[in-house]
């Protein structure tokens, strides 16, 4: 006796099709859909379900076509009638953005992408886009961190994404971020071999980096090569005031630019405090041969703030009565909030 398989319900094809895009497995959905092609071809639902593939995968254009055979089909199916509303609106958001960037108002620009961004949160595709874009009109502001976060943020949607790469080196450079600016340039320079502008880029973040390879303390300090030790002490306590890790929870980039301007500072005055130092610096004698500042074995930034202020100003109940932390030597009683003792000098090693 012949066995008859049971065929599947036609309408568990398209529930799985569609669960498979609810659920963000957009891939899947795709190749699924692509195996119902030939069964369903007719089929409003799936028309609409395969557009909605189509267009997470980044191809509006190809999507709208199948929103409109869908409508060809059954001119009143709503759902397709909902999917070209969607497409027109966020490609009209967009094209507005567009335009206000071309004329120069990067402010109305910023708006009309982050409206555009609103419209189909799920589309990460289309919306890593919109998030270059936006960084774009960032970088016209010249407000370099939202860029980066932007770019970030549009990587993650589309690792495949060389556009936000470049974009990317191009945020880091102007933070003077050398060396991550240099790693997307190499990324574009292997994704896009021919990109007609990455070389250039490439040897100029070298030559950037190996020039700051350098540091200029005097510029990090905000002073003159000619400042006086009072002056030097007062741009240290105003910067390192400004920039302590502590006042600076935001986003993990604003962190993490926080504690290397922190650092650096440090840094600067660690040499320019130093009479000797400070000497051998303006010399241009190498910092591996004067010593350096070691951030690993010797007095870290956040042990140099705490001795310069007597204590941590961000922190209550983490210092005994000398303003040190606990179980600092207790020979380094001298220190007052002015500053360090003329008496008293520490070797920095570079790490």
Known sequence: ?????????????????????RSGKVQEALNYSQELMRSYSSSPEYLVLRGRCIFLNGSAENAKK?????????????????????????????EEGN???????????????????????????????????????????KDYMKALEDLNKAISYSPNYTKAYM??????????EYDEALKDYNEVKN???????????IRLAQDKSRRASKKDYYKILGVDKSASDSEIKKAYRKLALKWHPDKHSGTP?????????????????????????RQRYDMGVDEEGMGGFDMGGGIDPMQMFQMFFGGDPFQQGGFAQSGFPSGFPSGLSGFSRGGFPGNVSFTFRRG
């Open 99 to 141: 335009k206000a960037f071309t004329s120069g108002n990067a402010r109305e620009a910023i708006e009309c992408y982050s409206r555009a961004l609103q419209i189909d949160p799920q589309n990460q595709n289309y919306n890593s886009v919109l998030l270059a874009n936006r960084a774009a009109a960032y970088m016209k502001l």
């Open 1 to 21: 006796m012949e066995t008859s398989i049971e065929k599947p319900n036609p309408d568990s094809n398209l529930a799985k099709l569609e669960a498979l895009l």
């Open 167 to 176: 974009r990317r080196g191009n945020v880091r450079m102007q933070m003077e």
């Open 253 to 277: 980039e604003e962190k993490a630019r926080a504690e290397k301007i922190f650092k650096d500072i440090n840094e600067a005055y660690g040499v320019l405090s130093d009479q000797q130092k």
């Open 66 to 94: 199948l929103f409109m055979e869908a409508l060809r089909l059954d001119p009143d199916f709503s759902k397709a009638k909902d999917q070209v509303k969607l497409i027109r609106a966020i490609e009209r958001t967009k």
């Open 191 to 201: 994704r896009d071999p021919n990109h007609p502008e990455v070389d250039n880029c």
